[in-house]
């Protein structure tokens, strides 16, 4: 399916979850994906990638004392890329008049071991409890 899609869409993201993909249609996505031109965004396990992406919510804004409506969040990313150090950056996701808006504190390589300042006003990383 997702090969299908790079004929009309730039960017296909699949989310494969723990599914493991055959070799032979990991060689035949990619390839017809960029042939076509388009950006693959995959979600799971994919081998010979040329980006790798990793994000862990660091904190939310919004909530007071463990109540209240979450405004946002941090998320503290990191970019591997073929032959490049790995990268990584503190980015607040916020809802913002019905748009989100992105900020992103110093960016700074993984070799340092140090975490990124965090900005002013996040709340810790509460224990978020989703209402069913």
């Given at each position: 399916m997702a090969a299908v899609l790079a004929?009309?869409?730039?960017?296909?993201?699949?989310?494969?979850?723990?599914?493991?993909?055959?070799p032979s249609r990991v060689r035949a996505v990619t390839a017809r994906a960029r042939r076509a031109?388009?950006?693959?965004?995959v979600d799971g396990r994919w081998p010979n990638v040329d980006v790798r992406l990793r994000a862990e919510v660091?904190?939310?804004?919004?909530?007071?004392?463990?109540?209240g409506r979450v405004t946002g969040l941090d998320?503290?990313?990191?970019?591997?890329t073929r032959g490049h150090r790995p990268r990584r950056a503190r980015i607040t996701i916020a809802g913002c008049g019905g748009h989100v808006e992105w900020t992103s504190a110093t960016e700074h390589p993984v070799a340092k071991m140090t975490p990124p300042v965090p900005p002013p006003v996040p709340s810790p990383a509460p224990e978020l409890r989703v209402a069913q």
């Amino acid at each position: 399916m997702a090969a299908v899609l790079a004929d009309g869409l730039d960017l296909i993201v699949v989310g494969l979850g723990d599914r493991d993909t055959p070799p032979s249609r990991v060689r035949a996505v990619t390839a017809r994906a960029r042939r076509a031109g388009a950006v693959l965004a995959v979600d799971g396990r994919w081998p010979n990638v040329d980006v790798r992406l990793r994000a862990e919510v660091a904190g939310y804004h919004g909530l007071r004392g463990g109540r209240g409506r979450v405004t946002g969040l941090d998320l503290d990313v990191e970019a591997v890329t073929r032959g490049h150090r790995p990268r990584r950056a503190r980015i607040t996701i916020a809802g913002c008049g019905g748009h989100v808006e992105w900020t992103s504190a110093t960016e700074h390589p993984v070799a340092k071991m140090t975490p990124p300042v965090p900005p002013p006003v996040p709340s810790p990383a509460p224990e978020l409890r989703v209402a069913q």
